[in-house]
């Protein structure tokens, strides 16, 4: 009798051993599948009526042309007009083109529509500078927007750069 309950307290704690080794082995493996959101790593997008804090209301494309009266709160200026060549670089050249030619100047322009030769003096003197700011931020019909992949202030210094285009 005594080595039937030796015999039964050693199979009940080898079953506690595996519960315990599953336990364990379920720990770890959910550790390295869970994954893991690095700050900067992925952009979430804003909830709709919010304005980040030090930013302007962003207005969407219906209400164009509330957004084409807003006046561009940003002087040009030499440093102004290169921070928006900075930009225009990062953001715009691909598929407007280094120099704004539009066409498919741009390396990704050959793959869509063309976008317009932001050069073109009548072409800039038919849009404000808040239609400008709006496109840039809300996007168009064919351009993506980029309020969240820039600010509102380095928006507006891409439209002093772009207004620098059309007089070359």
Known sequence: MKYVFILSLLFVGAMANVMLGVIVI??????TE???????????????????????????KEQR???AKLPNP?????ESVAV??????TFCAPCHGPEGKGGVTGPVATKFVPPPDLTNTE????RTDGYWHSYI?????V???YNEAMSSVEAWHVVNYLRTLAAK
Request: cysteine-free; aromatic content about 6%.
């Open 84 to 89: 928006g060549k900075t930009h225009f670089v």
């Open 74 to 78: 940003v002087k040009s200026s030499e």
């Open 137 to 141: 931020m809300a996007g168009g019909a």
């Open 123 to 126: 072409f800039q003197k038919a």
């Open 143 to 145: 351009m993506p927007a």
């Open 26 to 31: 379920r720990f770890v493996d959910n550790m």
């Open 34 to 60: 869970t994954p893991r959101i690095v700050p900067g790593e992925r952009v979430f997008a804003m909830p709709a009526g919010v304005v980040p804090r030090g930013g302007a209301m962003i207005l969407p």
């Open 65 to 67: 042309d509330v957004a």
